[in-house]
DNA sequence: TGTATACTAGTTGCATGCAAGATGTCGACA
DNA sequence: TGTCGACATCTTGCATGCAACTAGTATACA
């Protein structure tokens, strides 16, 4: 009668859980546009299931920022506008450069081979682009290095020692990734600058220099939003100005993006 | 640019909206002591609503991290370890050094004014201790003082203009009210000292001294991190020594035990 | 006496029903 | 042509029913 061999797992295989990385999935790839409207009923029957468990994965969501619920007419997807990135690139701030002077202190060498090893594989992805013909990274070459990102920054983080601000950044990280449309392109400038950083926090905190780890760690963050909001303007810019092409202002409020 | 303090309104007059608020007062005046389970069922019916929305206000208490959910048995009120403190002062640390040197260059008249007022106020309870025949705070006072405290440490992060900041750091400080145990006593030195820190970072920030300011809002957070935790070890050992079927010696080292 | 079994009461997870509110449509009418 | 109003159809918010699971207890049995 102790059959405890099915333990493991009950969120894994709740519908709860299911329809939660259901919708997270459709969000991140792009099904599920960022300003759609969404409904219980019609996620409920995608999926197969009834309301109730999708209502639950769309409260967590909401209160993970993915979602947007609407008085009484629905939730939507929503969008991030440019004070939200601000925002979570501040949060990251905040709490990396705290993160970083933190490990300085406590991490142990094993955790500082592993930072150098991503240190290592970021620096053969700058002579890898240098040695090509493009000028940017391919989407799958941004996907590896911005997989090693996560990995060098998460490091950090978990050599810092708290858990709460781990999933805080995560969340952050997600948000960003997941609702923020105008995807960068990485350029060699841009790569050897992020390297570059990377390399000398790493070396900061393996020495112990607290203060300096956590300065270079809000600069590079810096640094990082200030690109993000670049390449945000030129987008808009260029779409406003294919958009001159398209009808003209039927609706009035033309320059206010929401 | 959003209203910072609107995030947390919504849903005024729902029943889940109810049923949050309930629960989470039974927790913070005690009524659900750390650790008790709760049932959907029973709390529906004291509020004479169905499990539906007690539900709901249930997951968002659990997201928040108030209540933590066993795989099928049920939920239950979370404690806060010692190790959830450090935790969660951390983040108040690096929330609230970053959110000082931001405000400091971008705060308006009229809140450096409010903090003046605050402070104020703090002072007279500082007067009001001193000429008093008690050498603590009672519990009116506290209150008081803790509403005093909330609300200059809040209009600095507001005045840095960052809403997602401010929300982190209120369910921190919600936590740490509503969770923690050890209720602490505020003597003259405490008062004092806050107060001091308290001026001092006003003043650099009307200053503008970013950095100056989230150094020692820093050192404001850690030295209320410590306090807490001098204050729960004291706790503890008392309550260990009242236990007079164990040894006080033996009790001395094993500060891991739960 | 000690152990396995069955039973009871409690819990959550999910499905479903129903009402109230919001939105869009279509037709009547000025 | 333009405006108002009823209606159909969405949506959520909540109540309720039901099955699966767990813990505890009483009971049958060796």
Redesign the pocket.
């Known amino acids: 009668?102790q059959?405890v061999d099915?333990?493991t797992t009950?969120t894994g295989?709740?519908?709860?859980?299911?329809a939660y990385e259901f919708i997270q999935r459709q969000i991140a790839d792009g099904s599920l546009a960022a300003g759609t409207?969404?409904?219980?009923?019609?996620?409920?029957r995608e999926l197969?299931?009834?309301?109730?468990?999708?209502?639950?994965a769309?409260g967590r969501l909401q209160t993970e920022g993915l979602l947007e619920?609407?008085?009484?007419?629905?939730?939507l997807v929503r969008r991030l506008d440019r004070n939200d990135l601000i925002e979570l690139y501040e949060m990251r701030e905040a709490m990396e450069s705290f993160a970083a002077s933190r490990a300085a202190g406590r991490i142990e060498a094993a955790e500082v081979e592993h930072l150098h090893s991503i240190c290592d594989d970021m620096s053969r992805m700058v002579d890898e682009l240098r040695d090509s013909d493009n000028t940017v990274l391919d989407s799958e070459q941004m996907r590896r290095h911005l997989a090693l990102d996560m990995a060098l920054h998460m490091t950090i983080i978990r050599a810092a020692g708290n858990s709460r601000i781990f999933k805080v950044v995560s969340d952050s990280r997600l948000l960003t990734r997941v609702l923020w449309a105008p995807r960068q392109e990485h350029d060699l400038t841009v790569l050897t600058e992020a390297h570059d950083h990377h390399t000398r926090i790493v070396g900061h905190i393996k020495a112990h220099e607290a203060e300096a780890a956590g300065k270079l760690m809000a600069e590079h963050i810096r640094a990082s939003l200030q690109r993000a909001l670049d390449h945000a303007d030129r987008d808009r810019q260029r779409r406003t100005m294919s958009a001159d092409y398209l009808p003209p202002l039927n609706s009035h409020g033309d320059t206010t993006v929401d």
């Open positions: 009668m059959d099915k333990v009950q295989n709740s519908l709860q859980q299911h409207l969404i409904s219980e009923q019609t996620l409920a197969g299931i009834s309301r109730t468990p999708v209502r639950e769309i619920s609407l008085p009484k007419r629905g939730t």
